[in-house]
């Protein structure tokens, strides 16, 4: 039996599309969203208020580059079995706080620099007249920075989540929901009888990745303010 034909029957199968079933694709991508979302909603508030403060004022800059090097070298799976390890040994859920706890740490990094950077770059000039019209300090922060370097942040939230959306698959080696990447670890447990559920769990994978880039372009582009969405069109 080839692959393909081994797909057909998966996709096939009475329960696979089942909202209530937990091998249901619909049950299992909602159970593969929660992760990510509570995992980068969580990142953010830990993130975007210190990275903004500290720019601001223009404090943190070797922490923000620092951040770039600790995202890109931080490895995944080492992570989850790192959190795992500690859960077990403190008697926590293993499977919520292992998975969770390493999906924030990868998501902290490219919020922080990105948010950072996003205030930072932004012309000196701007921030010294809301001064010179009365603004607060904290108002300037909120009102005037933090709008005008949404598109950056937002940015890195894209870049963030689709992390996070690959890495819950990894994550289901460790964790017995696990989302979409149940299929892939259960897949391979079956042998070559379970090539077809490989193929289907990382097919769901890639799917949700290209959504999930689809909707955050479509965020970046509704967070950019009209008038710097204005300047951009007239330089290209």
């Not at 070298?73 to 706890?101: C, E, H, M, Q, V």
């Not at 701007?126 to 010179?132: N, S």
């Amino acid at each position: 039996m080839n692959v393909f034909t081994q797909l057909g029957e998966w996709l096939s199968a009475p329960n696979r599309w089942s909202w209530t079933d937990p091998a249901g694709v619909p049950y299992r991508t909602v159970e593969h969203l929660w992760f990510s979302v509570l995992s980068l909603v969580v990142a953010a508030v830990l993130t975007i208020p210190l990275a903004l403060w500290l720019a601001h004022y223009r404090r943190g800059a070797f922490l923000a580059s620092s951040a770039v090097n600790i995202g890109r070298a931080i490895p995944s799976f080492g992570l989850i079995i790192l959190f795992w390890f500690l859960a077990s040994r403190w008697g926590a859920n293993t499977d919520f706080w292992p998975l969770l706890l390493a999906l924030v740490g990868l998501a902290l990094p490219p919020l922080f620099t990105n948010t950072y950077a996003g205030v930072v770059q932004l012309e000196q000039e701007t921030i010294d007249a809301a001064r010179g019209t009365g603004y607060r300090e904290w108002q300037i922060m909120l009102k005037l920075e933090l709008p005008l370097a949404s598109p950056v942040i937002v940015a890195g939230a894209r870049v963030a989540f689709l992390q996070l959306v690959a890495t819950v698959a990894i994550g289901a080696i460790v964790n017995d929901g696990g989302g979409l990447g149940r299929y892939i670890v259960d897949g391979f447990a079956e042998g070559a009888q379970g090539y077809g559920e490989i193929f289907g769990g990382g097919l769901a994978v890639i799917i949700l990745a290209l959504l999930c880039e689809g909707i955050f372009a479509l965020l970046t582009r509704w967070a950019t303010p009209k008038g710097v969405a204005l300047q951009a069109a007239r330089r290209d």
